[in-house]
Structures are given as C-alpha cells and as structure tokens.
C-alpha cells in the first residue's frame, strides 16, 4: 500500500514537472515573497548582513564537526575552501583600513576556521580527500574576477589599491562555491554535513542579498549613489543576485530531502 502523498511533495513533484522558465518564474516570486517578508520582520535591514556572516560562520562549524567527529573530509572541495580563504583575506583587509566594524570581527572569526578546514583537509585528512572529483580550475575565476575588479570598482575617495581589493572579494565571493558544486555534480551523492553547510552558504547568500537589496530600496536608491558611479553600484546586485541563484537549485533539492526524510542527499542529473 502507497503512503500518502504529503503537501511538499505534491508541490515539490509539480515544481519539479514544469519547464525551466517556469521554474526560475517561480523562483523569482518565491525570492521577492521572501525578500517582503524580511523588509516588515526585520527592522535594521544592516542586521542581515551580520545574519548573513553568522550562518556562513554555522556552516563552517558544521564542516569542523564532520571532521573532528567522521575523520573524513570526503565530499568536500579544497579548492572552494581556498576560494573562501582568499576572499574573507581580501576582505578583512578591507575592513580594517576602510571600516573597521562588526564586520572585521566575524570575518576574521569565519577565515581562521576556514583557515583550519583547509589545514585538515591537505594534512591531518589528506588520505580521504577526493582530489580527482574535485577537478575545478580554480584560475577560471580567480583570473576573470582580478581583471573585473582593475576596471569596476568602487570610485570613492579611498585609495586605488583599496578600493580594487574590495571589487576583488566581491566578485569572488560570488563563484567561490563553484569548485563545491563541481564536486557534488561529480559525485552525485552528497552525505548529510556536507548539505548542511552548502545549504548554510545558500541561506547566507540569499541573506546578505537581501541587505543589498533592502537597503537599496530603504534609501530609495541612494545608497547607489553613495557607492559610487559607472558599473560597480550595479555590478554589486548583481554579484549578489548570481551567488544567491548558482545556489538556488540546489536549496530546494536540500529543503525536498529534509521534508523526505532522506539523509543523504541525492542530486538528479543537470543540477548543479
């Protein structure tokens, strides 16, 4: 005898059923429905921003109790390890000359557990390390996003070299994941903490979008003004809006299993 059908599933089974346009219509309604939501619950929309740092600093932790607790590393791309190191780097400097606030704090406390994810993974894990599936070249976007960043960046009053970086981590925060992907589109198979902590990059994603765009609208557009002219106020969304949706696909697929009951997550063919 069948189990009945649940009302997630009976959504998640049309979603699923309907055509690509459709399904990124659908997202992009879910997106401003949820984007309403935060503007009416959350007051300071700054507050998301800090949201945003602190589930990334979430998933992280995730990450560090697979690898203290399973002694494994499987599953797991160094590559986007390193891409994350890089920007939180790039940023932190950042920070400290341009800025100094919250912000500094929970990025450097997100680089050195990074920082760590990424020494147990070459030493203590290296055996378990699936270096042949995790076969992104990671130049492919360190490269394009350096050129990007020396010709828009920001054009405030700040020096040269500073405002560049800061172009530099915002572009690269936006394909860091990318190597991860790779992985899991190799594999096919992603296991329960692994899932956990890329849902935690979506969630943050989607979060720190959300402040973008919220202040945006707060300010009644303003805020482009304040971040200076030509490309780089736009080129910002739309970094923002690119991390969110390369994680999108997988989110619903993660929230599919979870409502299922599955612990392993299993990825059908073209996603990711």
């Known amino acids: 005898m069948r189990a009945p059908k649940t009302p997630i599933n009976t959504v998640s089974t049309w979603v699923r059923r309907q055509p690509p346009k459709v399904k990124g219509f659908l997202a992009v309604v879910a997106g401003m429905a949820a984007l309403v939501l935060l503007r009416f619950v959350v007051h300071d929309h700054d507050n998301l921003f800090v949201a945003a740092e602190a589930v990334h600093s979430g998933g992280i932790s995730v990450l560090i109790y697979k690898l203290m607790k399973e002694k494994t590393c499987a599953g797991l791309s160094l590559k986007s390890q390193e891409l994350t190191a890089m920007f939180l780097a790039v940023r932190l400097y950042c920070s400290v000359v341009m800025e100094y606030d919250i912000h500094t704090l929970l990025d450097l406390a997100t680089l050195v557990t990074t920082l760590w994810v990424i020494y147990m993974i070459r030493f203590n894990l290296k055996s378990s390390y699936m270096e042949d599936k995790d076969n992104f070249a990671i130049y492919y976007v360190v490269a394009p996003c350096a050129l990007l960043a020396l010709f828009i960046h920001p054009s405030t009053s700040h020096h040269l070299l500073n405002r560049i970086s800061w172009a530099f981590c915002v572009y690269l925060e936006a394909v860091s994941v990318l190597p991860q992907l790779r992985v899991m589109q190799n594999t096919k198979i992603v296991e329960p903490f692994t899932a956990h902590y890329v849902f935690a990059l979506g969630i943050a994603r989607f979060l720190s979008c ?14 482009l003004v304040a971040l200076g002219y030509g490309l780089w106020p736009s080129m910002v969304l739309m970094s923002e809006i690119v991390q969110t949706f390369i994680l999108a696909d997988f989110c619903y697929y993660y929230v599919k299993s979870v409502f299922g009951g599955q612990l392993v997550l299993r990825l059908p063919s073209g996603v990711v």
């Open 210 to 223: 959300a402040h973008w765009v919220l202040q945006v609208l707060d300010t009644r557009g303003h805020l």
